[in-house]
């Protein structure tokens, strides 16, 4: 029999899951509202999944090396792309002036009237 749309077994997993978190958030709860904590940890709960991800990001450029998969990434990422968009750009502003300078392009027929 489903209830909800989902099966039993579904059901249980999602009640499962959400008795896990109310046990975790009253375990928080219970630890961030301690009275008895130190003075220099209050409102603080420490997390030493969180503490290594922050230990993780500062570190991270202390153990970076340079390899030759991370600079071919770099190279397709950041300069390929910066170049080949300059191309674009200054191909297109030679092709529109070559226009306008020969006469193809008529003064009311331009894009940027003002400029």
């Known amino acids: 029999m489903a209830n ?3 099966s039993e077994n579904e059901l249980n997993l999602v009640k499962q899951q959400a008795a ?3 046990a975790l958030r009253k375990e928080f709860l219970m630890q961030r509202t301690n009275p008895f904590k130190h003075a220099s940890e209050a409102g603080y709960v420490f997390d030493p999944a ?3 991800f922050m230990s993780m990001k500062v570190t991270s450029y202390d153990h970076f090396r340079p390899n030759r998969r ?3 990434f ?3 990422a950041i300069v ?3 170049l080949s968009y300059g191309y674009l750009v200054w191909n297109e502003r ?3 002036e070559q226009k306008i300078r020969s006469g193809e392009l008529v003064y009311r027929d331009r894009m940027f009237k003002f400029a």
């Open 4 to 6: 909800y749309g989902i």
């Open 20 to 22: 896990r978190r109310a």
């Open 50 to 52: 969180i503490q290594n």
């Open 70 to 72: 991370n600079s071919i």
């Open 74 to 76: 770099g190279i397709c």
């Open 80 to 82: 390929i792309p910066m």
């Open 94 to 96: 030679n092709t529109r």
